[in-house]
């Protein structure tokens, strides 16, 4: 039965999908937000069948003959000791469920015709592969009288407490996601509330948990209309790994405001997933998302960045127009707060021949307009001309030679107008001619080559004096984005 929402005593979470992720910093609330949901929709057994994973998952992954007893005498028992975020005990109750979902597995599996008569198709394949493909150093395997880690180095046994915690870790949730799919109910509406599942993770187990999530409801798709999966998360990578998938929608829980409103995840998630993946993007590498207007604007700062030997720390975004690089630039002041403490990013678009009227900032993003038509006409600056080892008036010289020995070529007129321009045709589009300005000059390298490794050797020196390419460029653009850092 398809729903649109779930309400808790104050909760509120709307437009639910199979998969709703809700974003947050620390401090915001996810956490209560899920427990108030759970306490209060739980109760309603006829309708919903719920699951709640804590944040905090304590205890080894192995059977415990405690556990087992109150599980078996309190059906209560496992739901109230995971109402709270510190959960003891949680993975003991999870090795239960999974050796609880093997036996719902074979079950299934004897009354599935299309599963029993497919040989690819067994409990190993279909369930201990999924927990297999979260782990690097060791594997999960079934042992004589119950299931057993195995090192990928030498085959030995290793014992549960001597795994890492972060292996322990996605054991635990790999089973919980697992026993929740095996035991869906198709009469009723079924949750699944992970709280901050990202908790002790790599930010590579956090991706592959993302698609471990997408291929269980691939699995049972034709149930897809009864499962809601929410999670809460701060967790870029694990958020960026479901990106691509038609499952999933994204809201923003921010601190006293109770009401998330899910949206589908959107193209301009998808253009910027690749940025907000990397797990060291504002952490270690200080990298910055820059928003540029095409292919070209990017080409050109990625040389620059490489040019630099990493002192211009951005990492590209592109948007395929200046309607998507609004959208972009949305999407992102809605978003960077919710993932890092003091977030910083950068959208630059074409002058496209508008003369001082600088963009406003959208905090945390900064914005600006070149201060020329597009970033091609950098080519003609002297900076750049140096590097294709001449000057304007080498230039000059060489694009009238090149006049009087191709009078017939299309595009005679416009090197000509260049050539005898006063302002080197700052604000005039130029793009039919950027690369044939590179071989006027015989030089070899593409035009995107030359003004980025113009832009990556400029220096603070440059920026107290007279320098063309930044004039070109804008030297508020040049301060805050090459010298970000003061480097």
């Known amino acids: 039965m398809k729903i649109n929402e779930l309400k808790g005593r104050s909760a509120h979470l709307t437009n639910l999908n199979n998969i709703n992720v809700i974003m947050g910093r620390n401090g915001a609330g996810k956490s209560r937000f899920l427990r108030d949901i759970e306490e209060v929709t739980s109760q309603n057994k006829q309708l919903f069948y719920f699951r709640y994973v804590s944040p905090e998952r304590a205890g080894s992954f192995k059977r415990d003959g405690s556990v087992l007893t109150n599980m078996s005498n309190d059906p209560t028992w496992l739901r109230q000791v995971r109402a709270v975020n510190q959960a003891n005990n949680f993975k003991a109750a999870s090795a ?285 600056t002297d900076p750049c001309l140096a590097v294709m080892g001449t000057t304007w008036e080498g230039f000059v010289a060489a694009a009238l030679k090149w006049e009087a020995e191709n009078q017939g070529h299309a595009d005679r007129t416009l090197i000509n107008e260049l050539a005898e321009s006063n302002d080197r045709l700052r604000h005039k589009k130029i793009k039919k001619v950027r690369q044939l300005v590179c071989a006027v000059l015989e030089c070899k390298k593409p035009w995107e080559v030359v003004v980025g490794q113009a832009i990556g050797a400029l220096t603070n020196e440059d920026l107290a004096s007279s320098n063309m390419l930044i004039d070109f460029l804008g030297a508020e653009m040049v301060s805050d984005i090459i010298f970000r850092n003061g480097a």
């Open 96 to 380: 239960m469920l999974f050796r609880e979902a093997e036996t719902l597995y074979l079950r299934r599996l004897a009354s599935t015709p299309e599963i029993r008569m497919d040989p690819t198709r067994n409990f190993q394949t279909d369930r201990l592969s999924k927990v297999n493909q979260l782990l690097t150093n060791i594997s999960l395997e079934m042992g004589n009288a119950d299931f057993e880690f195995r090192s990928l180095t030498d085959g030995q046994l290793v014992i549960p407490d001597q795994i890492s915690s972060g292996e322990s870790e996605a054991v635990a949730l790999a089973s919980e996601i697992l026993y929740f799919f095996d035991t869906i109910d198709p009469a009723k509406t079924n949750i699944l509330l992970l709280d901050e599942p990202d908790v002790h993770l790599h930010p590579d187990l956090q991706a592959r948990l993302g698609k471990l999530i997408i291929a269980m409801l691939d699995e049972f798709k034709s149930y897809a209309e009864s499962i809601a999966v929410c999670l809460a998360t701060h967790s870029s990578p694990l958020v960026c790994s479901l990106a691509d998938s038609q499952y999933v929608s994204i809201g923003t829980k921010s601190f006293a405001v109770d009401t998330v409103e899910l949206k589908p995840t959107s193209a301009e998630l998808r253009k910027v997933a690749p940025f907000f993946g990397h797990p060291l993007s504002l952490s270690l590498s200080e990298d910055a998302a820059l928003i540029l207007e095409g292919e070209d604007d990017e080409r050109v700062w990625q040389q620059a960045a490489r040019t630099s030997q990493g002192r211009i720390k951005v990492f590209p975004v592109l948007a395929g127009s200046v309607d998507q690089q609004g959208e972009l630039e949305t999407f992102c002041v809605n978003l960077l707060d919710t993932l890092y403490d003091n977030p910083v990013a950068f959208s630059l678009r074409d002058g496209d021949g508008v003369v001082d009227q600088p963009l406003e900032h959208r905090p945390p993003i900064k914005r600006y307009r070149l201060q020329c038509y597009a970033i091609e006409n950098a080519l003609l």
